[in-house]
């Protein structure tokens, strides 16, 4: 049973009579039932406690007190819990019927309240009785009754031999035989030996002789026939009659033939007859073959086989030495003894073999290991008493009569204390002086002082830099700087990080010089320049002499003239081949993937490194490419900052939206371009950046996410599907990428201020930003207020965005919050407020302002216009906001307000390029509405084309 809940006043429980252990009424009544405690008697369980045997059915246990007189006892704060509060009044005895003794058993009750545990021992005095030796009469207390009492003088009482007294002290029971001895003799009276006198007081009967014992030898008291002695061993009273008498001997020696004529007296030999004699021998096993004979039959002789002790061997031998003369073999054991270390190394082990028996058939086991432990015990003084044993040895059982002190002494522990008790825990400080002078910081110990650990500055093992708070007691002090220490070569300088001196191992004869005056390699790398090619020397270091002429081994790549075919061949340069290739640089030529171009060496061999391979047709084809985009300016775009490291998934998510919609991708660019590169606005106070996209679907969020860590910006989506959308903002971490999409090689990256579009950049309207709040600041009012219609984003711990889905309640919560500004992302507005492009010219570049005109740029047919189908008059619509102006609540006529009214937002992707050429190719503008020119930051001829 286990429970581990507390036993409380309140809970019923149930107290067993035997070990008085409390458990739960419900948990004992459930371990009743279980299997686990049930005995031979199907009604009866076993205590948890003590397992103890009861009888009583587990539906009749009940919730008693500790007397048993009361059922559910009330739980009363002034008695004892569980208890009744009447007297207990249990037996203080419970005598067993088959040791009842009035004169033994206590007859009184227990006078305390009813309590739990058992009864304390009964107080009372006992009636007067006298000793077992009746000399006194004493009295003791009645529960001191089955203790035995004496009155330890001199029982004094006669022995069983009636003629000693008892010489013991006052005792109860039998006093015993009498212990003094006497000299005696034997029946014989052959033998005298020492007897005690209880012992020859119950062999007084047979002393008729005078003797007491047998000594086991031959009588040898003369026959009544007066011509042969008695051969019976020693024995008491008359000896018998003579067995050659001629009324007992009536048959030969062996018993087969009976006598023809009486005998006359018993000194008349007994006739043999010529039989076998045929008795049984000693052996049990065989038959006498001797012809029938007088006295005892000779030993057998018949051949038997004899086993040794472990079974293993066998001899034949006559029978009576198999039964007489032991036989063993000189196979040693070897088998493991009990404590499972030592070896048995006995011959002819009779435990050797499972079917053997040791001689006696006797409990002794062979294996039995008898070979003192003598381990240290842990105390480390003394040794194991122990025969061999397995497992750990008993504690140190010595006890240590001086103090045990500490170090310094100002601690200790007085005697006695068992043998490795260990000295005691000193609190005062070390008194050894430091070495280094400083105080010690460490307590009272033995043994070597821990290092000081006091912070001081120290120089590095290698002496470049003085470090500070480093311990005292420190030895090897190391920074993270090279060794620079001159090697033993005199050329080198060691390359090791910082380490204690020496920098090159001791040389066997002591000296750094060789025997012949030379200097010893640091072995090292050479490092010397080499005079045929651009790389260094990698041999072993060699001071004394020149650099080896070997072929140089460093790979090295050669490309074809323009660079696009490349191959990875080594260097090759030096080496003995000076006139020609050798046969190791024509393997490697033939596995080239083009033919080396040919060179003229004037005699001398050209190394591989310094070739160059031969352009084929793919090469001549991208060479005509590039001539015709340098006639035609055309740029081309760079793909390759499209590609994020191993990760090929993020690269073709973004190359591939990249050629759906390449506007919308640089668009991305330029907004993070912008945050990081850009300039804060002059009215705004605040050190974050920040911008919020609009919402959009899953796989552009994964592009931004994508395009923003590569300029290590902050990336958070916001809200639920549909209505999700991303903020970016600059960390301390944000940097420019290696590589800017839509911008050249080697031309300096610029940040320019991008303009809105709302099918990239969240409405400013609806956006309220919290930034630089103090400490003392409060949101509440503002999650109170507006929980509901707002996405609450926390930048840091001290900047937020509120993003709401009306404008007008955007304007409600900027005018109710204290610390509310308006939302400056990374986008403006265009100056105008309605800009209209000419349907044949580019959306970006179409149109031009001189002077309140407009003028039309050439017409080409990659730069069209995508003008919504919804549009009647081809043109669209782009949100205008001056400069310095308040995005929140517009006045009507704001640039807000005239987008709406004019309906002439785009409803179709604006960032398609390529239009249909039977769209209109003239100019179609509204009345009263001017165009200005829109600078694109990035142009490109042919998409298509230059994507392939």
Partial sequence: MICYDAV?????????????????????????????????????????????????????????????????????????????????SKPLATPTPATHDPSTTCPHVCVL????????????????????????????????????????????????????????????????????????????????????????????????GGGVFSCSEACGHGLACGNHACRDACHP????????????????????????????????????????????????????????????????SARVEQRCRCGSSGQMVECYKASTEEFRCNKPCGRKKSCGRHRCSECCCPLSKPFAQHEG???????????????????????????????????????????????????????????????????????????CGHPASHQCHFGDCPPCVVPVTRECSGGHVMLRNIPCGSKDIRCNQPCGKNRQCGLHACARTCHPSPCDPPP??????????????????????????????????????????????????????????????????????????????????????????????????????????????????????????EAFDITQPNLDALHFGENSNASDLVSELYRREPKWVLAIEERCKFLVLGKTRGNSSSSIKVHVFCHMTKDKRDAIRLIADRWKLSVQAVGWEPRLFVTIHVTPKSKVPARVLGSKAGVPVSASHPYFDPMVDMDPRLVVAMLDLPREADVSSLVLRFGGECELVWLNDKNALAVFGDPARAATALRRLDYGSAYQGASMFCPSSITQASASGNVWVGAQREGGSVAKTSANPWKMAGASDSDPSGGWTVLGHSPGANVLGQAPGSAWRRGDA???????????????????????????????????????????????
């Avoid at 000299?183 to 047979?206: I, R, V």
């Avoid at 006797?362 to 003192?372: A, E, L, N, R």
């Avoid at 006890?399 to 008790?421: K, W």
């Avoid at 209109?920 to 001017?930: F, K, L, N, T």
């Fill in 8 to 88: 409380r006043r309140s809970a019923p429980v149930w107290s067993c009579a035997s070990c008085f252990s409390i458990f739960h009424l419900p948990c004992i009544r459930k371990w009743a039932r279980a299997p686990a405690s049930s005995v031979s008697s199907p009604a009866s369980w076993r205590c948890p406690g003590c397992q103890s045997v009861h009888a009583v059915p587990a539906r009749d246990i009940a919730y008693t007190c500790f007397c048993g007189r009361r059922h559910d006892p009330p739980n009363d704060l002034f008695l004892t819990p569980h208890s009744c509060g009447e007297p207990c």
């Fill in 113 to 208: 309240q009813c309590h739990p545990g058992p009864c304390p021992p009964c107080k009372a005095f006992a009636p007067s009785r006298p000793c077992p030796c009746g000399k006194q009469t004493l009295a003791r207390r009645c529960a001191d009754r089955t203790t035995p009492i004496t009155c330890g003088q001199r029982c004094d009482r006669l022995l069983p031999c009636g003629r000693h007294r008892c010489e013991n002290p006052c005792h109860t029971g039998p006093c015993g035989d009498c212990q003094l001895t006497f000299p005696a003799h034997c029946f014989c009276g052959k033998t005298t030996n020492t007897m005690p006198c209880g012992e020859m007081a119950s062999l007084s009967a047979d002393t008729a």
């Fill in 237 to 300: 009273g008359p000896c018998g009659e003579c067995r050659l008498l001629p009324g007992k001997v009536a048959a030969c020696h062996c018993g087969k033939t009976r006598l023809r004529e009486r005998r006359a007296s018993c000194l008349d030999p007994v006739p043999a007859c010529d039989k076998f004699c045929d008795k049984k021998l000693p052996c049990g096993a065989h038959r006498c073959k001797v012809t029938c004979h007088e006295g005892r039959c000779p030993p057998c």
């Fill in 361 to 435: 058939g006797g409990t002794m086991d062979p294996h039995f290991c008898q070979i003192p432990c003598g381990k240290k015990l842990r105390c480390g003084q003394h040794g194991c008493q122990h025969l061999c044993h397995s497992g750990h040895c008993d504690p140190c059982r010595e006890t240590i009569f001086s103090d045990l002190t500490c170090a310094c002494g100002r601690t200790s522990v007085p005697p006695p204390q068992p043998c490795g008790t260990p000295t005691p825990s000193c609190p005062h400080p070390c008194i050894v002086p430091q070495v």
């Fill in 508 to 629: 066997a004869n002591g000296d750094a010089t060789s025997s012949s005056g030379s200097k010893v390699s640091c072995r090292q790398s050479c490092g010397v320049p080499r005079r045929e090619c651009k790389h260094t020397c990698n041999t072993p270091c060699h001071p004394s002499s020149p650099c080896p002429d070997v072929r140089c081994e460093a790979r090295v790549t050669i490309t074809c003239s323009c660079g696009r075919i490349t191959s990875t061949v080594p260097c090759s340069a030096g080496g003995s081949y000076h006139n020609g290739d050798s046969m190791l640089d024509i393997s490697i030529i033939e596995q080239l993937p083009r033919p080396l171009q040919p060179v003229d060496s004037n005699g001398k061999r050209v190394p591989l490194g310094q070739r160059k391979l031969c352009c084929d047709e793919e090469c001549a084809k991208m060479e005509r490419k590039r001539v015709l985009a």
């Fill in 902 to 948: 004019a309906g002439q937002v785009m409803g179709t992707n604006r960032w398609n390029a390529l239009a249909s050429a039977t769209k209109s190719s003239g100019p179609i503008v509204g009345a009263g509405q001017a165009l200005e020119k829109l600078q694109p930051d990035f142009e490109v001829e042919d998409w298509e084309e230059s994507c392939e």
